[in-house]
Every structure is written in C-alpha cells, then in structure tokens.
C-alpha cells in the first residue's frame, strides 16, 4: 500500500552538479506531476506527463529535465543544479479521469 | 494563467473555535479542490467539490463550490490541535482536467 514514494526525502548537492529526484507510484495513474514549493509561491508545477514517453511543460521548467520510461516512475533531473533551485519538490499522480492529485511527501533539496 | 486567490494568509485561532476560509478566481472552474498539508509532509485531499452549489462534509470539514463557479470554501468546525498546518485550494487549469492550480495556502494556528 505504498502509494507514491519520493527519494531521497533529504539531498544537499554543490551548485554545478546533477541531481536526480526519483518518484514511483503503485496506483498505475497515468498522469504524474512535478511541483516544487517555495515560501510565498505555494506550488507550481514544473513538469508532467499524461502517459509514459509523453511530458510537457508545466509554469517553471528551466533548468528542470523529466523521462518517463515507465508509468510508476517519473525522475525529476536537475542538470546543472543552482542555488534557486533550492526548494521542497513534490511528486504528484492523478488518474485518467479525475482531476484529484495524489501526493508524495516530498523532497528538501538544498543547493550550496 | 489562472491565478487562485486564497484568504486569509494565515490564522490563528484558539482550539474548539470555527474556522472559514475561502478561494476565489476571476475564471471559473470545473472543479474545486482542497488539501492540507501538515508540517514536512506532502498535502492530502480533504474534499473534491464538481457542481456549483455543492455543498461537501468530510467530518468536521464542510467545503461549498460558490454558485458563480468562481469560488469555493472551506469550514473547520470546534478546531483542535491537529487542524494545525497549511490549507490550499485547487482546481483543474488550462482547459485541461489534470493540470492543477494552487492558491498560496492558509496556515492556520491552533492554540490548545
């Protein structure tokens, strides 16, 4: 009854380097999200997908780069990571027809 | 895009009082969403609102869809500790019906 998992909960990278976010469902929701939060912007999306090998833009891509090879997972890679991207990044999934989003409980990720 | 404006920011209220809080738009949705979202955790779906007017219990929470479909809100009745933490609403955006806004949250402070 796992859900949605995100790993790592906790990541401190350097600026400059790759850092990956991982998420995995168990639902077999074919759309999952990336949002990040950040004190006064609440949550905005960066990425999706409708379906495995299918992602668009979400309002704040740059700098983000997202795959879908399969449908539970949906990484979240940073490829040159910078300071402004230090922030709590959350995983969604929703079904086909439902609008409702299914959350995992984050990722804090600090960039030095 | 379409912006959702929620209010208030914040509240601090004492334990065993009601609480209102609300969410409006200048464009009308489909569908209405509230979530909370406690301290280091990823928000959880408290109530799905999908007609004007309806008018939704989940225990002591009660949200309503406004009839101008252009705001929704949400009641917390006899508060207790554990309300504490931030509340968003959200709702279907872009002419899709998986992508989500979120407004910038309430937070609100239980005093036991």
């Known amino acids: 009854d796992a859900g949605i998992t995100q790993s790592p909960r906790y990541k401190i990278t350097e600026t400059g380097r790759q850092v990956t976010l991982m998420c995995h469902q168990t639902?077999?929701?074919?759309?999952m999200f990336w949002y990040r939060q950040d004190l006064g912007h609440g949550l905005r999306l960066i990425y999706y997908s409708a379906a495995a090998d299918i992602t668009d833009k979400g309002e704040v891509p740059d700098g983000y780069v997202v795959s879908r090879s399969k449908t539970e997972n949906f990484p979240l890679t940073l490829e040159s990571a910078t300071r402004s991207q230090t922030s709590v990044y959350f995983c969604?999934?929703?079904?086909?027809?439902?609008?409702?989003?299914?959350f995992g409980q984050g990722t804090r990720l600090t960039v030095v | 895009g379409q912006q959702l404006n929620q209010s208030p920011q914040s509240m601090f209220i004492q334990e065993g009082e009601d609480v209102s809080m609300n969410c409006t738009s200048s464009s009308i949705f489909n569908t209405w969403l509230w979530y909370k979202q406690d301290p280091g955790e990823g928000p959880v779906l408290l109530i799905a609102l999908y007609k004007a007017g309806e008018l939704t219990s989940n225990g002591r929470l009660t949200a309503q869809f406004g009839i101008t479909r252009k705001d929704s809100f949400l009641n917390i009745s006899a508060s207790i500790p554990s309300d504490v933490g931030i509340y968003f609403c959200a709702g279907p955006t872009g002419g899709s019906n998986y992508k989500l806004t979120f407004g910038k949250g309430t937070l609100l402070t239980v005093n036991p």
């Open positions: 639902w077999s929701h074919s759309y």
């Open positions: 969604a999934s929703s079904a086909t027809i439902r609008p409702e989003a299914f």
